[in-house]
């Protein structure tokens, strides 16, 4: 089977939520290191013949409409990752609902094709926001992949439904792609993305995938420019937090081409067209 290769377009000051991180309104101030690291990334997946689902923050696309053109015409599928980067459960239903429209209109207004995927950030759609998918289906998207079935600082929703499914709602239905955990000693791990992809070494993370696959399901890998970028600025978070933003960030390039050498991985849309009848 197939997996998914995703990618948060963010920059690295588009951490979530601490007091000693810069606003929106300081963010236009700041050495942007976005275009250079996503860059090099796509380069990395094109050099692999590797093809992916681009998530990109509203407010990131609108600043650099090239990288969503360059990403489009290599062929990589662009969806959204809302505007200003907020965590679901702190907005009230009307202002995610602005802010996912937002991100969708500013990134069709640069590719000038309908988008329809979106990501939280941080996986922020949780218990607390019952809500989401209707205002996701209210703004057009039509399928999400938000939910993250374990526990984990901003988000976690623990969901029986491991497989890409379809949620039914009050507003219609949307395709949700929950993110790929696997139960070692009967607990829920991550290992496919962030700071998880960048601590775990790779025979293990390779493992894992296969348990994964095992199971009829795909890997969904999630990754950041920032991830491949040791010199980025380091902003002081707590020894916990700079661990799990910071680990290990030289070792994902490596990491990365050894993963698109063992599987094979491709973006959403052309997942679904092969593998429609696994959704339920
Ligand atoms: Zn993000």
Same mark, same amino acid.
């Given at each position: 089977?197939?997996?998914?290769?995703?990618?948060?377009?963010?920059?690295?000051?588009?951490?979530?939520?601490?007091?000693?991180?810069?606003?929106?309104?300081?963010?236009?101030?700041?050495? /942007?290191?976005?275009?250079?690291?996503?860059? #090099?990334?796509?380069?990395?997946?094109?050099? #692999?013949?590797?093809?992916?689902?681009?998530?990109?923050?509203?407010?990131?696309?609108?600043?650099?409409?090239?990288?969503?053109?360059?990403?489009?015409? /290599?062929?990589?599928?662009?969806?959204?990752?809302?505007? %200003?980067?907020?965590?679901?459960?702190?907005?009230?239903?009307?202002?995610?609902?602005?802010?996912?429209?937002?991100?969708?209109?500013?990134?069709?207004?640069?590719?000038?094709?309908?988008?329809?995927? %979106?990501?939280?950030?941080?996986?922020?759609?949780?218990?607390?926001?019952?809500?989401?998918?209707?205002?996701?289906?209210?703004?057009?998207?039509?399928?999400?992949?938000?939910?993250?079935?374990?526990?984990?600082?901003?988000?976690?929703?623990?969901?029986? #439904?491991?497989?890409?499914? +379809?949620?039914?709602?009050?507003?219609?239905?949307?395709?949700?792609?929950?993110? /790929?955990?696997?139960?070692?000693?009967?607990?829920?791990?991550?290992?496919?993305?962030?700071?998880?992809?960048?601590?775990?070494?790779?025979?293990?993370?390779?493992?894992?995938?296969?348990?994964?696959?095992?199971?009829?399901?795909? +890997?969904?890998?999630?990754?950041?420019?920032?991830?491949?970028?040791?010199?980025?600025?380091?902003?002081?978070?707590?020894?916990?937090?700079?661990?799990?933003?910071?680990?290990?960030?030289?070792?994902?390039?490596? #990491?990365?081409?050894?993963?698109?050498?063992?599987?094979?991985?491709?973006? %959403?849309?052309?997942?679904?067209?092969?593998?429609?009848?696994?959704?339920?």
């Amino acid at each position: 089977m197939h997996n998914i290769l995703s990618i948060d377009v963010e920059d690295y000051f588009h951490l979530m939520e601490h007091p000693l991180l810069p606003g929106p309104s300081e963010w236009d101030n700041l050495p /942007s290191r976005v275009q250079s690291n996503f860059t #090099k990334l796509l380069d990395l997946f094109i050099e #692999k013949g590797v093809k992916g689902t681009c998530f990109f923050l509203g407010w990131v696309a609108e600043r650099f409409p090239n990288l969503v053109k360059t990403a489009a015409d /290599s062929g990589f599928g662009i969806a959204s990752h809302g505007y %200003y980067h907020r965590p679901v459960y702190k907005q009230v239903p009307d202002e995610f609902g602005e802010d996912v429209s937002r991100a969708k209109k500013v990134c069709e207004d640069i590719t000038g094709k309908e988008v329809y995927g %979106y990501r939280a950030p941080a996986f922020s759609i949780t218990e607390r926001t019952p809500w989401a998918m209707e205002k996701l289906i209210e703004a057009g998207y039509r399928y999400d992949s938000s939910i993250f079935p374990a526990s984990r600082d901003f988000g976690g929703l623990i969901i029986d #439904k491991l497989k890409p499914h +379809i949620i039914k709602t009050a507003r219609g239905s949307i395709l949700e792609f929950p993110i /790929s955990i696997t139960n070692v000693l009967g607990k829920r791990f991550y290992f496919f993305g962030g700071g998880y992809f960048r601590l775990f070494p790779y025979w293990m993370i390779k493992m894992m995938a296969q348990k994964v696959i095992a199971q009829g399901r795909p +890997i969904i890998l999630y990754i950041h420019p920032r991830d491949i970028d040791s010199g980025q600025p380091r902003y002081r978070l707590g020894l916990v937090r700079n661990f799990k933003s910071y680990v290990n960030l030289g070792s994902t390039e490596d #990491k990365l081409r050894r993963f698109m050498d063992d599987f094979k991985f491709t973006s %959403y849309d052309k997942w679904l067209k092969m593998y429609k009848s696994v959704v339920t």
